[in-house]
């Protein structure tokens, strides 16, 4: 075992020699792959829901990574009550590899769509303990080394850090334009340097290879999109059409969708919200005396004893008449056709029909047990509930609109409705996805909620699809199926 490299030595005469030889570290970062087996079946909420699911390339796309090393002897290791002091902090660049195929072991054994990697980047002197196990806190697409100082800030600075900014890209344009998401690690994982396969080559410099040792990031945005399985498209309606329920050969087109009541970082006046916790945070008593973080959460069961998701500003959710969260439900809901339509956040289902993901902000889900073009709404932030929250002031939604064509779509006068539903995140029931009653009445929305059966929790996918329309009652019926994103693993840190 190289035990000592990289570490300052003493000769007799007690004068500190710097070690000539060199420690390099090189992290390698992959991306779960598409192709993997993605899991359908009863939603529980929390983790899995629906499954997993990939993400697209940009929604992957790494560039860099913030690597943090603490040490505790405390085995609830993220979750100590004490405060240890953070060891090692450093950014790192990284470059894309390629294909398993062209990046080699051990990447030809796994499931992945892209391999990153920093390349060998220089440790400074006596900056690691090569005899110590460390925790690990990793976090891509954002550099933390201005905020995190070595020697001087604590645990307490990631447990609590807040950040307004989880993407590159403005919410208010196509999905094609937001990339860069940042991820931070999904569970509480360490790095053990005693275990570690120890190298040295000819110029005598050392390398840790940690490839049994793979850290888990997850991203800190989650995404609404909508899922036009049971509608046909139309070009001379611009939209989706529907059949109605009970209306004979009457009609109901979609042409545009809009989310509402946003908690990102964008426009908004109170500095309060537009921020979520950079490590997830949970709480067993929704209260925030003993939070927990990186904990599992559970499905929805009438025990409140499983851990709640916690953004900084859920426990104030009590109040009604709040007007922070950006797009507001308060400001869509009067809007007259041209201004929902010029709307920034507005989704025009013409202009975006056929357009790929990558593309534009739609998809054909082609993954062998979904078909049918899917609509990217949003990345929002997490934005979670107290049982008591007014769902109306507080609750991420997204506003459907559309034309009922009486007696079919040669109606030449079609009236325009638009239809608000609320984002479910816990199911109450073991239906295969989540349904929700959508309505043209604002006053009709539901208004109470059980804990964290509404809102929104990082990477996740919300897939909204119509599965009902009724026009008569006023009511869209909507299928929410909540599928986690597929995480980003780091199997392999070559030190």
């Not at 816990?426 to 109470?448: K, P, R």
């Amino acid at each position: 075992m190289l035990l000592t490299a990289c570490k300052e030595v003493t000769d007799d005469t007690d004068v500190t020699v710097p070690e000539v030889n060199k420690c390099f570290i090189n992290l390698s970062i992959a991306v779960t792959n598409s192709n993997g087996t993605i899991t359908r079946g009863t939603p529980s909420g929390g983790e899995n829901g629906d499954g997993r699911e990939a993400g697209f390339d940009r929604e992957n796309a790494v560039t860099g990574i913030t690597l943090m090393l603490y040490q505790t002897s405390d085995v609830a290791g993220i979750n100590t009550t004490a405060n240890p002091v953070i060891d090692f902090v450093a950014y790192y660049p990284v470059s894309r590899l390629g294909s398993p195929a062209t990046a080699g072991t051990p990447y030809t054994e796994k499931t992945a769509e892209a391999v990153y990697q920093t390349g060998n980047q220089l440790v400074p002197q006596n900056a690691i303990d090569f005899t110590k196990t460390y925790r690990a806190i990793v976090v891509a697409n954002a550099d933390l080394t201005g905020s995190v100082a070595v020697g001087t800030s604590h645990l307490d600075v990631l447990r609590n850090m807040t950040l307004d900014k989880i993407y590159s890209g403005d919410e208010t344009k196509p999905a094609a334009s937001c990339g860069n998401f940042v991820m931070s690690s999904e569970q509480d994982q360490t790095l053990n340097f005693t275990t570690s396969t120890n190298s040295r080559d000819a110029a005598g410099d050392y390398y840790y290879d940690l490839t049994n040792q793979p850290l888990v990031i997850e991203r800190m945005a989650a995404r609404i999109d909508f899922w036009a399985v049971n509608g046909t498209y139309n070009a001379d309606k611009a939209g989706y059409v529907y059949d109605v329920t009970g209306g004979g050969s009457d009609k109901f087109v979609v042409t545009g969708i809009m989310p509402f009541n946003l908690n990102n970082g964008t426009n908004i006046a109170e500095t309060s919200f537009g921020k979520e916790y950079l490590l997830k945070r949970l709480t067993p008593s929704l209260s925030e005396v003993a939070p927990q973080w990186l904990a599992s959460e559970g499905p929805y069961t009438t025990d409140p004893a499983y851990y709640y998701v916690l953004d900084p500003q859920t426990m104030g959710k009590v109040t009604a008449a709040h007007p922070s969260l950006t797009n507001s439900l308060e400001s869509v809901k009067d809007l007259s056709a041209a201004a929902f339509a010029s709307s920034g956040y507005y989704k025009s289902i013409a202009a975006m029909h056929g357009v790929i993901a990558s593309g534009g902000g739609y998809a054909s889900l082609e993954d062998g047990s979904l078909s049918g073009e899917d609509v990217i709404v949003a990345y929002p932030m997490e934005n979670t509930l107290l049982q008591e929250s007014p769902l109306y002031y507080h609750a991420t939604g997204i506003a459907i609109e559309g034309w009922y064509y009486g007696g079919g779509l040669t109606d030449a006068s079609p009236k325009r409705m638009v239809f608000y539903g609320y984002m479910r995140h816990h199911g109450e029931g073991t239906a295969t996805s989540y349904e929700v009653n959508a309505t043209n009445d604002v006053n009709a929305l539901q208004d109470a909620s059980t804990v964290m059966n509404f809102g929104i929790v990082r990477n996740n996918i919300y897939r909204v699809r119509v599965s009902g329309v009724d026009v008569v009652k006023g009511t869209l019926k909507l299928k929410i199926e909540e599928k986690k994103w597929r995480h980003v693993d780091n199997p392999t840190i070559y030190i």
